[in-house]
C-alpha cells in the first residue's frame, strides 16, 4: 500500500499517512466525532446556543452543560469570559433550507427583453 500524496510505502493497510497525514483509504473517516463541526445551536438556544451547540456536538444533555457552565462561571471565574468567546468565534449552524439553498445551484436567468 502507498500514500497517494507522498508515495510512502506501508506494509499493511493503514487510513492516514504517518508521514504527510493524507488519507490513504477512500472511506470517509468513520468517526462521527470527526465529521461534526461545532457550531452554535440554533434549535437549542437560551442566550447564544453556545451550550446547545457544545450540547449537539458531545451529544449530550444540554441541560447539563449549562449546568457545568453555569458551575464554572459561578466558582472557577472564566466561565462568562470563555462563553464571550465561544459566542464570538463559533459560527452559527445552518439550517437545512439555508443547506438545500447552497446545494442547489440556480440556473441563470434571462434578462428581460426591452424593446
Given amino acids: ?30 468517526d462521527p466525532l470527526l465529521q ?22 458531545l451529544e449530550i444533555d444540554p441541560t447539563l452543560v449549562r449546568l457545568v457552565w453555569l458551575l464554572t462561571a459561578l466558582f472557577i471565574g472564566w466561565g462568562f469570559l470563555a462563553y464571550l468567546i465561544a459566542w464570538i468565534v463559533m459560527p452559527d449552524a445552518t439550517l ?8 442547489r445551484p440556480r440556473s441563470p436567468q434571462p434578462a428581460p427583453h426591452q424593446s
Wanted: proline residues 5%.
Fill in 1 to 30: 500500500m502507498y500514500c497517494p500524496q507522498c508515495g510512502k510505502e506501508y506494509a499493511e493497510a493503514v487510513n492516514y499517512c504517518c508521514h504527510c497525514g493524507a488519507a490513504t483509504s477512500g472511506k470517509p473517516a468513520s
Fill in 36 to 57: 461534526k463541526k461545532l457550531t452554535r445551536s440554533r434549535s437549542d438556544r437560551k442566550i447564544a446556543g453556545v451550550c446547545g451547540g457544545f450540547a449537539e456536538y
Fill in 96 to 103: 437545512p433550507d439555508e443547506l438545500l439553498a447552497t446545494a
